[in-house]
């Protein structure tokens, strides 16, 4: 019986399987046994397109202080390459993402003996049962449909928990665990065509394989254990990738306010994850939104000089819903303490960067964030999503029912939250915390923008194209369709 087997307890078996970013179940397929010799080992893998798993034939390329770096057969990854892989995720990658998101120096005792890890990543590696402080990095073209076509979309990497279970295919699942702490890393069209995103993509996936791991290190929520929700997670994740390359923060700008789709104007945001799969690509909407609300607390929690240590408390939150993250955020501004306030702040943000509630610290999302006002009467709104309609006089509403979660507010310098709503503009947004409930009725202005905002500023930040990286999650989600 594993390390993993003991600690965690058959409860949260299946809920292991589907967190975090990992592939969700698909359909069966048996897979011999891996082989292993002095030319290479093979490694169980799988196809994001289908959900099957299949082996791999890797080499070893290079050992590092803190990483192993293998590359799939026939790959162009040569023993330099590999040896720069390694030296960048020792030395930069690995230790930004452990020091902004890790705990740091604690004890696990398990069979009546204390053992003392110094942050996660160790802990990973013991309760993988590899014991040699050295993450397995598996570089492979991962299969995800990827044709060579800029309107592609593609998975640069992934991490799957279920690695840390025996080797073989897993009791009463459709898994395969290579009994390692592992991540994938694409290397076509990824490490060939995108570096620079690759490698962010490495301290992506890290962030996720933390995350997972400190959910059993604090037993999060309780018995039994509850994973955060997606969209924590995914920010977190987002907010790895900006520390390591602030690549990060360019696509995204140039995703959110160029909606191709009028997606985001219309509301779609992070909270309810990937809930517009009408919009092929509505997905990056949760990417760039998720992004921005994490980058823009973390600006407000810089002014309040509360930023050094943010993202690790949300981290290591024994809460895995928004509560995560209003704990925290009730540091900068004791009225965060509730979503609702801290939900419509960040959204007026949205329209006003440059006020003091917006983009403080940052001139470049300050000169470039901006969303379209529309028009109509009224909006359907999935919980957390918002939307903007322009004031022509003072507006009042009156609520559609008791027990309405839609909100409203008046914006400008200031955020009225009183009716008769003044302002430049009119904020509608659906205030509910449970991010699983259906979509309510808010109310417009009525009034239409004669000028897109959009398109006012889409001359200076470009446009937005392909090949798009894809969570496997969300690929095999996708492709369930």
Not at 77 to 82: C, F, G, M
Not at 90 to 113: G, L
Not at 167 to 174: A, D, S
Not at 398 to 425: C, F, H, M, Q
């Amino acid at each position: 019986m594993t390390r993993i087997k003991i600690i965690l307890g058959a409860a949260l078996f299946t809920a292991m399987l589907v967190s975090c970013s990992n592939p969700i179940q698909k359909p069966d397929n048996d897979l011999p046994p891996l082989e292993k010799n002095e030319f290479y080992d093979e490694f169980y893998a799988q196809n994001i397109k289908t959900g099957k798993y299949y082996k791999v034939k890797a080499k070893k390329m290079f050992v590092g202080n803190k990483c192993v770096i293998w590359a799939e057969e026939g790959s162009e990854i040569d023993e330099d390459k590999a040896e720069e892989i390694a030296h960048e995720y020792d030395e930069v990658i690995r230790p930004k993402v452990v020091n902004a998101f890790s705990k740091k120096d604690f004890p696990v005792t398990y069979k009546k003996s204390t053992y003392h890890f110094d942050d996660m990543l160790d802990y990973a590696n013991w309760l993988a049962h590899r014991d040699d402080k050295k993450l397995t990095i598996l570089l492979l073209d991962i299969k995800d449909d990827y044709k060579g076509l800029e309107t592609d979309s593609y998975v640069a990497g992934y991490f799957f928990g279920g690695n840390f279970f025996p080797e073989g295919k897993i009791q009463g699942t459709v898994h395969y665990s290579n009994s390692r702490d592992m991540i994938y890393v694409d290397t076509d069209p990824g490490l060939k065509d995108k570096p620079a995103q690759t490698y962010a993509t490495f301290a992506h996936e890290l962030q996720h394989l933390i995350n997972f791991v400190t959910t059993y290190q604090i037993q999060r929520g309780g018995s039994p254990y509850h994973y955060m929700d997606t969209w924590i997670d995914e920010g977190l994740s987002s907010q790895a990738e900006y520390l390591y390359s602030e690549e990060k923060q360019a696509n995204e700008c140039k995703w959110f306010i160029n909606d191709v789709k009028g997606t985001i104007a219309r509301g779609n945001n992070f909270f309810v994850w990937d809930n517009h799969r009408e919009e092929s690509l509505a997905i990056l909407d949760e990417y760039a939104t998720v992004y921005l609300f994490f980058r823009w607390l973390y600006l407000q929690a810089a002014n309040a000089g509360l930023e050094s240590d943010i993202f690790m408390k949300i981290e290591t939150s024994n809460s895995f819903n928004y509560s995560a993250v209003t704990d925290v955020a009730r540091n900068i501004n004791p009225a965060w303490g509730s979503w609702e306030p801290l939900l419509r702040t960040w959204l007026a943000a949205n329209y006003y960067p440059k006020n003091s509630y917006g983009y403080t610290g940052d001139a470049e999302l300050q000169d470039k964030i901006t969303v379209n006002p529309i028009g109509g009467k009224t909006i359907r709104l999935y919980p957390g999503e918002g939307v903007y309609s322009i004031i022509e006089d003072p507006f009042s509403v009156k609520p559609s029912n008791e027990k309405s979660n839609i909100r409203y507010a008046g914006l400008t310098e200031t955020i009225n939250t009183s009716s008769p709503y003044t302002g430049d503009v009119l904020l509608t947004f659906n205030a509910n915390t449970d991010n699983k409930a259906p979509r309510e009725t808010g109310s417009l202005t009525g009034v239409f923008s004669l000028v897109s905002r959009t398109a006012a500023r889409s001359i200076q930040t470009g446009t937005t194209s392909g090949p798009y990286v894809i969570d496997a999650r969300d690929m095999l989600e996708r492709s369930k369709r």
